[in-house]
């Protein structure tokens, strides 16, 4: 999505025939080549747009290993603190949030994370988000012996929603957003965008 | 951050039921009869009987909240929630509530589904993150919904 999702499209349409390209970008002179066009990159043209929110830094306690539940195996990850930083909003996390993992039968870790920012002008938000996040069995295993992995190696991905009073974050209340997780030893990475 | 193109979805909604002022704001439901699903990788009809329990907050913001059930042209059941926003100009939402076209690029529609299927071919969707772009038009929404990478 966003800028850089815009700049895959571009090559995507230097890499096929002309008048393709002519389709990706609305010219309506090239009908016969707009149809040897899948659907899906005909469609791109107008999809959605992104900009950066903020990126969330989670410290995390020991998980409490609550073992099998009758949805999963329940897992509790106390939040002791963090911080966050965009370019219109910063600040810390207070400690008191967690994080309700549920490993599905189906090998998916769904997160339901609830925390409270606090930004550097002393306003105080409310996040939440669920999410998902699955990979190939090694990488999580690396994961849960506490590695580093790089993030594109698996899928975890998030819906966070925000909600304050304080009428300059009034904004949070209003946007849908989606982020990119990164589990790391001392915590969680969370680069949020904006969905436009 | 990347997406692909999951499936565009259109909704056929009957007259909507008014309940008037609720603790958290006015709420309206709005039942599915029904609509098709069209993708890459899926396509079929929604089948009747979901709904969608709209509720306006006091800040003007209305708050969606989709629970309906696909039917794969494989005869595959899926069912779909999203939660959603959707804002704009005093205008343009007087417009869209008078039944009217509206251009969708004048108010912000997003909503951010979710998937549960039992069906094999269609367990991806278990395990997606998928944001859409919502488009009010009179008969009923249409929704763009993108799969997150």
């Given at each position: 999505?966003g ?5 895959v ?7 096929v ?8 970008t ?37 998980p409490?290993q609550?073992?099998a ?8 990850v106390p939040?002791t603190?963090?911080d966050?930083e ?23 870790l ?11 002008d ?5 996040m ?15 994961l849960?012996?506490g590695e ?19 009428e ?9 957003s ?19 | 951050?990347?997406?692909r ?9 009957p ?18 009869a ?17 709904g969608d329990w709209?509720?306006?907050?006091p ?18 059941s ?13 205008e343009?939402?007087?417009a ?8 969708p ?5 997003r ?7 039992s ?19 009179p ?5 763009t919904i993108?799969?997150?990478?």
């Open positions: 999505m800028v850089h999702r815009r700049d499209l571009k090559a995507a349409a230097a890499s025939v002309v008048g393709a390209a002519s389709a990706l609305g010219c309506v002179d090239g009908g016969a080549a707009e149809i040897r066009l899948p659907l899906a990159e005909r469609e791109r043209e107008d999809a959605m747009n992104s900009r950066p929110l903020m990126t969330v830094r989670i410290a995390a306690a020991p409490q609550l073992g539940v009758p949805h999963g195996i329940r897992t509790i939040v603190g963090g966050f965009g370019p219109r909003l910063r600040g810390r996390i207070l400690p008191g949030g967690g994080d309700w993992l549920l490993l599905r039968s189906d090998g998916v769904e997160l339901d994370l609830r925390i409270t920012l606090e930004t550097d002393r306003a105080l938000i409310d939440r988000f669920q999410g998902l996040r699955h990979g190939p069995p090694d990488a999580i295993a690396a849960g012996r580093v992995v790089d993030p594109a190696t698996y899928y975890f991905r998030t819906l966070p929603r925000f909600e304050t009073s304080a300059r974050y009034a904004f949070l209340n209003r946007i849908i989606v982020g990119v997780g990164e589990t790391r030893p001392d915590g969680a990475v969370h680069r949020i965008d904006e969905i436009l | 951050m990347t997406s193109l999951l499936m565009t979805l259109q909704v056929d909604v007259p909507p039921q008014k309940l008037g002022a609720v603790p958290h704001g006015s709420r309206v439901i709005a039942p599915i029904g609509g098709t699903f069209e993708g890459p990788r899926l396509r079929g009809k929604v089948l009747p009987g979901g709209t509720l306006l907050r800040d003007g913001v209305l708050e969606l909240d989709l629970r309906i059930t696909l039917e794969t042209d494989d005869g595959a899926i069912y779909m929630t999203s939660f959603g926003l959707r804002h704009g100009p005093p343009v939402l007087a869209l509530a008078r039944g009217q076209t509206v251009d690029s004048t108010y912000y529609f909503t951010a589904p979710r998937f549960e299927t069906a094999p071919q269609y367990a991806f969707l278990n395990r997606l993150i998928a944001v859409s772009r919502g488009d009010r038009r008969s009923g929404p249409n929704y993108e799969e997150i990478l």
